[in-house]
């Protein structure tokens, strides 16, 4: 091996280049799912389907906080939404006194192309397959 190189050099260069295209895939899918969120946003306001004021709910229960954001359920369970400005937020929250009194604080989330990956059978949908089902939903929406 006559590059003058040790092996647990050539493999932390190898897991750091594995890693930095790793990141160059995952930001060029978050610009693609950006611009389809994008897209949505404004098939939603040309199509004068009114926003709503998002409420952050915990998980298996019927507990929701407001929050300070106004957009669109993407999800009949609400655990998912597109603001007006365009962000991704995933709307579970734990339980808290602080959010009961104060509301929800949540933070956007990078959106994928596909949602719910991981998750329960059934859970997983491309998200422009989920964007083009709640357009067309229009006002009919729960």
């Known amino acids: 091996m006559g590059d003058g190189s040790s092996w647990p050099q050539r493999q932390r260069e190898a897991v750091t280049a594995h890693a930095a295209a790793f990141d160059r895939q995952r930001a060029a899918e978050t610009a693609q799912a950006r611009e389809l969120i994008a897209r949505f946003v404004r098939e939603m306001v040309e199509r004068d389907v009114p926003p709503a004021r998002l409420r952050a709910r915990v998980p298996d229960s019927r507990t929701t906080y407001r929050t300070d954001l106004t957009g669109w359920y993407l999800r009949r369970n609400r655990s998912l ?30 959106p994928r192309l596909r949602l719910g990956v991981g998750a329960r059978d059934g859970e997983s949908m491309p998200l422009e397959q989920l964007l083009r089902q709640r357009v067309q939903a229009g006002r009919q929406w729960p």
């Open 81 to 110: 939404a597109v603001s007006v400005d365009g962000d991704l937020y995933l709307l579970d929250t734990a339980r808290s006194l602080r959010a009961r009194l104060l509301g929800a604080q949540i933070a956007p989330i990078d």
